[in-house]
């Protein structure tokens, strides 16, 4: 009787290898046609082969859908190609099959090169969303901004790398209303990331990461498929406050945390027509179009609770009449003494602001407030 059951556990044991061999295989074969270099194939576990093979099915769905978008690839132009490859043939009396396959080559490293142009400009890195809020696809050059890899982030939900306090904002944008459904929507909100990048570039373990906060836009896209689903095609954008970027067209400001001017400088006078002496201790809320008030409430809340943001298009009042539209990018700076109550924790000391004027004076005529109803009287 021992015997017996020693020869069934021996068999179910070989039983049990044969399929492991076999789950072995398959996934062997599923990891080598994915799209990624051997390198990064070489050190993916089964987990990840399945995350990675339900994000490509995803991605193929929707570009699918959506033929005359260009992101579709190179695979869609080879394709194109490769169908009209013998009509070609006979016209052409028999072109060398590898000269086209060094024409094909050329093309495919030019659209490369053409993306990590894009990718460049961009200053950023791209997300598609799903509005279960899966990450189906980054671009390659995330790893940039923030030292995970697009291996990594691809088929993980958004909610497992973004702060816990954004988590309402983030449902929020990924919900769909029926005008959105017809019509389509636009996005623009800030969130708050894991990054696994140090102040100095240097990449570190996950469980030591800092938040990074990034200034994401973009667009609903709609699935006619609903087996598909829809997603949100996203740019993000890290919002380190950048002095880089500052020209003859911007102007920068301290303001308290109720935002009241602490400091402008002097370009503010050719800009807006204020002298600096004038803002001092005057809220922000009172130099700006009524109809854009909640557009600056919402930049003042984000920064407060993120300590950087962008506020997006707003009018500012002119001195004398009229408006320009700006938009201000905010960041909080803390003090350099902890609090004493709580040692680890450093209180803000003010609001830095660079506010970009993005037009000239427009409806010169027309006064919106009482300051420049009195400054065109003065004049």
């Known amino acids: 009787m021992t015997a017996d059951k020693e020869k069934r556990r021996a068999i179910s044991r070989e039983a049990a290898r044969k399929r492991r061999r076999v789950e072995s295989d398959v996934f062997g074969d599923l990891c080598r046609l994915l799209p990624l270099q051997s390198s990064v194939r070489a050190h993916l ?3 990840s082969v399945i995350r990675l093979t339900l994000s490509y099915i995803r991605i193929h769905t929707l570009l699918k859908e959506n033929p005359g978008v260009k992101a579709e690839g190179s695979d869609a132009v080879k394709r194109g190609r490769l ?3 013998k009509e070609r043939w006979e016209c052409d009396g028999g072109r060398d099959e590898e000269e086209e396959e060094e024409k094909e080559t050329e093309e495919d490293v030019k659209s490369l090169e053409e993306t990590n142009m894009y990718l460049r400009t961009l200053d950023g890195f791209l997300m598609v969303l799903s509005t279960d809020g899966d990450m189906v696809f ?3 050059n995330v790893s940039n901004y923030m ?3 697009q291996t990594e982030l691809m088929g993980h939900n958004i909610s497992e790398f973004t702060h816990p306090c954004d988590h309402e904002e983030i449902t929020n944008n990924l919900r769909l209303t ?6 389509g929507g636009k996005r623009d909100f800030v969130m708050r990331v894991k990054s696994a990048l140090t102040h100095r570039g240097r990449s570190t373990n996950l469980k030591s990461a800092t938040w990074k906060v990034l200034h994401c836009q973009g667009q609903v896209k709609v699935s006619l498929n609903l087996s598909s689903g829809s997603c949100l095609l996203l740019t993000c954008q890290p919002l380190p406050l950048s002095h880089k970027l500052l020209s003859t067209h911007t102007f920068t400001s301290q303001h308290s945390m109720d935002m009241r001017f602490t400091f402008c400088d002097q370009r503010v006078t050719l800009l807006l027509g204020y002298a600096p002496d004038e803002l001092m201790g005057r809220s922000i809320y009172a130099l700006c179009h009524t109809l854009d008030a909640k557009c600056l409430t919402k930049n003042h809340m984000n920064v407060c609770v993120k300590t950087q943001s962008v506020s997006g298009k707003y009018r500012m009042l002119v001195k004398g009449g009229g408006y320009v539209w700006v938009e201000t990018h905010s960041a ?15 209180h803000p000391l003010c609001i830095l602001c660079v506010t970009y004027v993005l037009s000239g004076v427009e409806e010169p005529s027309l006064q919106l407030s009482v300051d420049q109803t009195v400054s065109r009287y003065l004049s």
Do not use: A
Not at 334 to 346: A, E, F, N, Q, Y
């Open 45 to 47: 576990d089964k987990p």
């Open 332 to 346: 909080v700076i803390p003090s350099v003494r902890p609090s004493k109550s709580r040692p680890g924790v450093h």
């Open 83 to 85: 169908s009209g490859k």
């Open 178 to 183: 029926t005008e959105e459904i017809l019509f």
């Open 147 to 149: 030292g995970l890899t």
């Open 138 to 140: 980054l671009s390659h």
